[in-house]
């Protein structure tokens, strides 16, 4: 048994997250988890709100609502659309809890004791209609590099550069839309990331698996020169700097929301403090696996700022052990976007399907060698061949035959002929290739070896056809039809990390309902996982064809849901 520590990147408070944030690291993160538990392992799947920052401050002057009044809904909002979407967070906090406060304090004192602070004299948009400094994301522009004009003062979200408020292009506020923007002198602080560039190669080069994205993003920093990091902002909403001076001032969002996977960490111990230890995960754990989910945007901070707070704390924290990265998921040729409203939110998806028609296109289109495009023909189309035709027509047919001739009893007659055999053989080298590929957090294979074990099924039973059995060979077709409710088993276990809900739905209806369904170990183990005499239940309907229809009337609703 192994400790796997896993964390998903923060979701923003600022509004309800869209399906390009669920496959960019939710829905990897919870795959994952829940697969490790399937095979035994220690678990623990961390996750919270992301609370400071501009987007909170903006979100709640939009909302016309106190900040601390708006994250407060938003978060039980975002909290109630994951349980819907079954996401097994084993704590899901909030960045700007008490523990967060003043674990995000305790890192910068450290930091600061060590030399690794260093304060400095920055010039800054002063905006006189809003009466305040204006920290990054409340400047808005067009990006110096691509052109684009919806740049922000920290990162434009059409090329991703990383980019300072004073390099953006007809700058105005985010707040008033003035561009009576005056440039003066305020004091911050920076992390000295520059000092620790020796002590981060030395860390990166003993890193293993991760993907090429990953590493490539990481090195990219390095190698164009690794800079200094400002970790304060002139806001009233966050981590307030602990520093004479600096009153009035909080911490960068980017530093403190990291901090947040410790401090939701603690946060889950608190909640039982009898039986669980924070430090386990976090504090010289060198035997806990640990594994963040990202989006490609997100790597940067994850690969090199947050290692730098924590290598130079130079207390023994654990740092990741694979990042796993993702690309994007674009929605009709363009980019999901939050703040434009554009494309597929997760309340709308929810409203309109159950979870599990998400989870699993999601999964099987996911965006990691390249980014992958969505369209509701495109998920209507996968969906109907894969969960409807495929999966949910197999179960349909062998528990329906099996009531209707059986009365629901798993016949006990008859023994494995060589078609078995072969069936346990073929079962064994695609669960072993799952297994690999979900070890790798290879999402789009593991879907593929799932779908191709739903595939095998439904040509077992196709060939053996105990229908036909039954007036010929009575042996035969018992054990064929045992076989084959073994195989609904076995379908619903491989697909319980990605389709939860449905596969409960089905080891149920068998008579299987551990609340951690355990794979098995090879295929000849997997078709003796039901004995012959057990009662099974009437069929379940699972999925719903989706019509082509359907996929137009949704593709027109949505293409103007945008601005």
């Known amino acids: ?38 095979i035994g392992d220690d678990v623990l799947f961390i996750c919270a709100t992301d609370e400071h920052g501009t987007p909170a401050e903006l979100g709640a002057a939009e909302a016309g609502l106190d900040v601390r009044e708006f994250c407060d809904g938003q978060h039980l909002v975002q909290a109630d659309i994951y349980r819907t979407l079954d996401l097994s967070f084993d704590h899901f906090g909030r960045s700007s809890s008490p523990r967060n406060h003043a674990l995000t304090q305790h890192f910068f004192t450290k930091l600061e004791e060590s030399g690794f602070i260093e304060e400095r004299t920055l010039h800054q948009f002063y905006s006189a209609a809003d009466g305040r400094f204006l920290p990054d994301r409340y400047v808005i522009g067009t990006c110096p590099h691509c052109g684009s004009g919806r740049a922000r003062g920290d990162q434009c979200e059409n090329c991703t550069k990383t980019l300072d408020p004073t390099d953006l292009v007809e700058p105005r506020s985010a707040i008033s839309g003035s561009t009576d923007l005056e440039v003066r002198p305020t004091r911050h602080l920076f ?52 520093k004479p001076g600096y009153e009035g001032k909080v911490f960068y ?113 996911a965006p990691e060698g390249n980014d992958t495009d969505f369209t509701f023909e495109r998920f209507a189309q996968d969906v109907n061949s894969d969960l409807s035709d495929n999966f949910g027509n197999f179960v349909n047919r062998t528990l329906s035959f099996l009531g209707s001739r059986f009365d629901g009893i798993v016949p006990i007659g008859g023994e494995w002929s060589d078609a078995e055999w072969e069936l346990a053989k073929s079962l064994n080298r695609h669960l072993t290739a799952l297994r690999e590929h979900q070890r790798a957090c290879s999402f789009r294979k593991a879907a593929s070896e799932v779908r191709a074990i739903w595939k095998l099924a439904n040509v077992y039973l196709v060939s053996q056809a105990p229908w036909t059995a039954l007036k010929t060979d009575p042996a035969r077709c018992q054990a064929s039809l ?67 229809e359907w996929a137009e009337e949704q593709g027109r609703r949505f293409r103007g849901s945008g601005p």
């Open 1 to 38: 048994m192994t400790n796997v520590l896993i964390t998903s990147a923060l979701p923003y408070i600022n509004g309800i997250k869209h399906l390009g944030n669920l496959a960019g690291s939710l829905l990897p993160a919870d795959i994952h988890a829940r697969f490790r538990r399937q």
């Open 191 to 242: 992390l000295r990331q520059t000092a620790l560039v020796e002590d981060l190669e030395s860390w990166i080069a003993t890193r293993t698996g991760w993907p090429s994205l990953v590493t490539s993003i990481a090195r990219k920093w390095l190698d164009e020169g690794l800079q200094d990091r400002c970790i304060t902002r002139d806001l009233s909403w966050g981590v307030p700097v602990p």
């Open 253 to 365: 969002v980017w530093f403190d929301a990291p901090i947040g996977y410790i401090a939701a960490t603690q946060e889950w111990a608190d909640l039982d403090p009898g039986s669980r230890d924070w430090r386990k995960w976090w504090w010289q754990a060198d035997d806990v696996e640990y594994l963040q989910f990202l989006g490609k945007d997100n790597v940067p901070f994850h690969a090199v700022s947050f290692p730098c707070t924590l290598i130079g704390s130079g207390e023994p924290w654990k740092t990741v052990d694979i990042i796993k990265g993702v690309n994007w998921l674009t929605y009709e040729g363009g980019k999901f976007s939050t703040s434009e409203r554009r494309g597929v939110f997760l309340d709308q998806a929810i409203e309109l399907l159950p979870a599990d028609y998400w989870r699993w296109w999601l999964a099987s289109n």
């Open 482 to 548: 045992r076989a084959a409710v073994n195989l609904v088993g076995i379908c619903a276990l491989v697909a319980w990390p990605f389709i939860p809900a449905t596969a409960r739905r089905v080891l149920e209806t068998i008579g299987t309902d551990q609340a951690i369904p355990v794979l098995p170990d090879n295929g000849e183990d997997a078709l003796r996982l039901i004995d012959g005499g057990r009662r099974v239940g009437l069929p379940p309907i699972l999925f719903r064809k989706l019509t082509p």
